[in-house]
């Protein structure tokens, strides 16, 4: 999809990712990284026990970085671009657990796309949804620019 089909997409959703299976490896490999080894993350008996959840459950943080994963399987923009910068994200929201073991997939909305000097900004509305949950795991704001 190029800069102007995306243009044209404003308001609506311009893709989605494939799931993705949050396997508790990849939790453990994000908390030894992180230093977040709190146990709601890392230790699969105690959280069956104690755990509102029933087990395990993903970091946030982990969802959120599986965005620029994710996205790219969602939303491949065209174009004679040298680099693709993560420029941020404003109104995060965690708003439901990701059970290690279930699925999640991104979809892309696009909010807007504007003309930098060297290239654009676009604005997409991420939302990370889990198999099976009514709500999603994350919505955000995600700024991210294009430089040719």
Sequence with gaps: MNIAQLRSLVGQEAGSS???TVDQPMVDAFADITGDQQWIHTDPKRARK???YGGTIAHGFLTL????????EAVEVEGEFGMRINYGLTRVRFSAPVPVGSRIRARLKVQSVDDIEGGYQIVWLATVDVEGSEKPALAAEWIV???R
Excluded at 65 to 72: A, Y
């Design 145 to 147: 620019r294009l430089y």
């Design 18 to 20: 494939g799931w993705l």
């Design 65 to 72: 970085s599986l965005l620029s994963r994710l996205s790219r």
């Design 50 to 52: 104690e755990s509102r």
